[in-house]
């Protein structure tokens, strides 16, 4: 009976429990920040973004040139393409945006006949002269949404200038501002730092050079049909309607409506069709063919996180935060799924 008195039980040592108003503060203190700095954060988010797509290209010509000198060599042909790209297409340009206010009438007027005829099935309203009323027309919700995250002009010339440095920096610097990253914490956590970062990286180099790929074979291959029907600028809209086919679940509707646009009015039905068909066919090749080549599962988010980031992002930032949602939430995952307390987080976001 001694020896079963001596034998002391240890209680089972229970999980520290979260303290869920510290971290509702913080996480709102985050999304205030996120909200403020957005401009700030949009612009070093770009830079990112460009600085992966570069990297390949830096890491090629480091073998035989110094970093620094690789970098500054890459940011150079991305700025003598992106001048290449915008002198080749400047006078179709040019002349799209002279002839724009055409086809903003010309939708006005298609949407003014159906009012009339929907307004003609009900004889009680009264009929008003709208030739003798001036209509202040607000701007929508939407529209505010999409380009309230690109600034004004004087922001989108001060973001131009700096976001070339950004990326020179970004680039010439890699193994040390990783590394110094590395070392912000403590010694039991610096593997798993490490390996996160890494997993970020290959992530966000996949997303941009696969999504930069597809946008660049849909553009062309969209150019070339709409060259063959003689579709009204064809190579300006061929590059919008190839690039917006990349927008989650609504590229297929945002392709389809600048060569509808243009093409209302200029080309017959039968053409129209075509067009439509095209770019449908073009839509669904990617989604199951390009898409599972050169992106595979390496997001491995779910649909209804996708959605859902989609749609916070864009109400946050607008029109950038629709581009920038996707890898935000993808290193996210990243980052929960490699913290022990944040796994379940993970979990929820992925597949």
């Given at each position: 009976?001694?020896?079963?008195?001596?034998?002391?039980?240890?209680?089972?040592?229970?999980?520290?429990?979260?303290?869920?108003?510290?971290?509702?503060?913080?996480?709102?203190?985050?999304?205030?920040?996120?909200?403020?700095?957005?401009?700030?954060?949009?612009?070093?988010?770009?830079?990112?973004?460009?600085?992966?797509?570069?990297?390949?290209?830096?890491?090629?010509l480091?073998?035989?040139?110094?970093?620094?000198?690789?970098?500054l060599?890459?940011?150079?042909?991305?700025?003598?393409?992106l001048?290449?790209?915008?002198?080749?297409?400047?006078?179709?340009?040019?002349?799209?945006?002279?002839?724009?206010p055409?086809?903003?009438?010309?939708?006005?007027?298609?949407?003014m006949?159906?009012?009339?005829?929907?307004?003609?099935?009900?004889?009680?309203?009264?009929?008003v002269?709208?030739?003798?009323?001036?209509?202040?027309?607000?701007?929508?919700?939407?529209?505010?949404?999409?380009?309230?995250?690109?600034?004004?002009?004087?922001?989108?010339?001060?973001?131009?200038?700096?976001?070339?440095?950004?990326?020179?920096?970004?680039?010439?610097?890699?193994?040390?501002?990783?590394?110094?990253?590395?070392?912000?914490?403590?010694?039991e956590?610096?593997?798993?730092?490490?390996?996160?970062?890494?997993?970020?990286?290959n992530?966000?180099?996949?997303?941009?050079?696969?999504n930069?790929?597809?946008?660049?074979?849909?553009?062309?291959?969209?150019?070339?049909?709409?060259?063959?029907?003689?579709?009204?600028?064809?190579?300006?809209?061929?590059?919008?309607?190839?690039?917006?086919?990349?927008?989650?679940?609504?590229?297929?509707?945002?392709?389809?409506i600048?060569?509808?646009?243009?093409?209302?009015?200029?080309?017959?039905?039968?053409?129209?069709?075509?067009?439509?068909?095209?770019?449908?066919?073009?839509?669904?090749?990617?989604?199951?063919?390009l898409?599972?080549?050169?992106?595979?599962?390496r997001?491995?988010?779910?649909?209804?996180?996708?959605?859902?980031?989609?749609?916070?992002?864009?109400?946050?930032?607008?029109?950038?935060?629709?581009?920038?949602?996707?890898?935000?939430?993808?290193?996210?995952?990243?980052?929960?799924?490699?913290?022990?307390?944040?796994?379940?987080?993970?979990?929820?976001?992925?597949?």
């Amino acid at each position: 009976m001694s020896e079963l008195a001596d034998i002391h039980v240890t209680p089972p040592v229970r999980p520290p429990s979260r303290n869920w108003p510290q971290l509702i503060v913080a996480v709102g203190v985050v999304l205030t920040l996120c909200y403020l700095a957005e401009f700030v954060l949009a612009v070093m988010l770009v830079s990112i973004l460009l600085a992966f797509i570069l990297a390949p290209v830096v890491d090629f010509l480091g073998r035989r040139l110094p970093r620094s000198l690789a970098s500054l060599i890459a940011v150079l042909l991305l700025l003598a393409l992106l001048y290449g790209i915008t002198y080749a297409s400047y006078n179709q340009a040019a002349n799209f945006v002279q002839v724009l206010p055409r086809y903003s009438e010309r939708i006005r007027a298609v949407v003014m006949s159906f009012r009339e005829r929907a307004e003609a099935l009900n004889p009680l309203r009264p009929t008003v002269d709208e030739k003798n009323v001036v209509k202040v027309l607000p701007s929508s919700p939407l529209t505010d949404a999409v380009t309230r995250g690109f600034g004004s002009v004087s922001q989108g010339v001060f973001a131009v200038s700096v976001i070339p440095f950004l990326v020179y920096f970004m680039l010439s610097w890699q193994q040390h501002a990783r590394s110094a990253t590395v070392m912000l914490f403590r010694m039991e956590h610096r593997h798993t730092a490490y390996v996160t970062l890494g997993l970020i990286s290959n992530m966000i180099r996949s997303f941009m050079v696969g999504n930069l790929l597809i946008g660049l074979f849909m553009s062309a291959v969209s150019v070339a049909v709409f060259g063959a029907l003689h579709l009204p600028f064809f190579f300006i809209v061929g590059v919008i309607s190839g690039f917006l086919s990349l927008v989650p679940y609504l590229g297929l509707v945002l392709a389809l409506i600048p060569p509808l646009v243009v093409g209302l009015g200029q080309l017959d039905s039968g053409d129209l069709f075509a067009i439509s068909v095209m770019v449908l066919a073009l839509h669904f090749f990617a989604l199951n063919v390009l898409y599972p080549k050169f992106l595979g599962n390496r997001m491995r988010l779910n649909p209804l996180a996708v959605t859902m980031a989609l749609l916070f992002w864009g109400w946050l930032w607008g029109g950038m935060g629709l581009i920038l949602a996707i890898p935000i939430t993808a290193a996210m995952k990243i980052i929960f799924d490699h913290v022990d307390a944040l796994n379940p987080w993970g979990t929820w976001l992925g597949e």
